[in-house]
């Protein structure tokens, strides 16, 4: 298993709606739309000792899945932000954390499907933990992919970040039990769509290529290292791209908050030679963004009303 339960995270306290709760006590109600329908946004967002990684660009994403699944009173920015100072002061928390961040569509009067029945307004979640990276970026991952496709827009656009996450869970217990670190999940055509959790970059001759975001999320870290490589004048392309053409790429490799950039070592049992060249000169000016895109923690503070 690639996490296991941190002794650091034991006393934490968690935001849940207006409030900070203990770990044992942090709470939702049986009628909250997470339960009943998977009906909630997330973010995952990580914090370094300058800040808060793409704090707004997480925001942005978070309201815009929000907006596309047609929630009611979404509390404002502000709110959003103070409860992510209130949670990272209280609990002390300074670096080497991930916050799940979380906004259901609320409490029902009564269990049900229709969203007229939510008349609480929605509930915020912040669950920061010390988590350092998932992933040994230094040795990389072995995937495997999996027969289950990640959504085309016609079903449930995979460009909201939603938590009805059983697509991606079926996919990771495919790797589970092939004994890999993720899985692969292809689009609608059979080309390659991203990772149960990450998004994919393949290098090929010079040439970086990444999936067209049709069936992917539209990952914050993944936009980050398509900036990159045009301020470096690295060749960037979005296109289909088959899995002969990953099998046999120069490098692939995984970007999410969860694990920065990592490099993909095996897909479905075929080894990618693995060439530093390239992937380190991208994965190095990576490290040199970060400090450049975090909000400092001070600055989230504001009333809470606000
Ligand atoms: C399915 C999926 N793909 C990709 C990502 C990576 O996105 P980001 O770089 O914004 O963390 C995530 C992160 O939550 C994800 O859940």
């Not at 670096?95 to 929605?122: A, Y």
């Not at 079903?155 to 009805?164: E, G, P, V």
């Amino acid at each position: 298993m690639l996490q296991t339960f941190n002794p650091k995270n034991k006393d934490i306290e968690i935001w849940v709606k207006d409030g900070l709760f203990k770990r044992s006590d942090a709470k939702v109600s049986v009628f909250d739309s997470s339960v009943q329908g998977g009906d909630a946004v997330w973010e995952g967002i990580r914090l370094y000792s300058d800040g808060l990684f793409c704090l707004d660009q997480h925001l942005n994403r978070l309201y815009h899945s929000a907006k596309a699944l047609a929630f009611e009173d979404i509390p404002s920015e502000a709110f959003i932000k103070n409860a992510i100072y209130e949670t990272l002061t209280q609990n002390q928390m300074k670096d080497e954390v991930h916050i799940r961040l979380t906004l259901t569509r609320g409490e029902k009067i009564t269990s049900g499907m229709d969203p007229r029945l939510n008349q609480f307004g929605c509930c915020l979640i912040v669950l920061a933990e010390h988590k350092p990276l998932v992933y040994n970026n230094q040795t990389g991952i072995k995937v495997i992919s999996t027969a289950v496709q990640r959504n085309s827009p016609r079903h449930l656009d995979s460009k909201i970040h939603h938590n009805n996450l059983l697509n991606n869970i079926l996919a990771k217990i495919q790797a589970n039990f092939a004994g890999v670190d993720a899985g692969l999940m292809l689009d609608a055509y059979g080309f390659l769509a991203e990772l149960n959790g990450s998004n994919l970059f393949v290098i090929r001759k010079g040439v970086v290529y990444t999936p067209t975001a049709d069936a992917c999320l539209n990952g914050i870290t993944r936009s980050m290292v398509m900036s990159i490589c045009q301020s470096l004048s690295i060749p960037i392309v979005e296109k289909n791209i088959s899995l002969s053409e990953a099998y046999s790429a120069d490098s692939v490799f995984a970007t999410g908050s969860m694990g920065e950039l990592t490099p993909v070592i095996e897909i479905d049992g075929r080894s990618i030679s693995y060439h530093h060249g390239l992937f380190d000169q991208i994965a190095t000016a990576f490290q040199a963004i970060i400090p450049l895109h975090c909000e400092p923690i001070l600055s989230l503070k504001s009333s809470p009303t606000g």
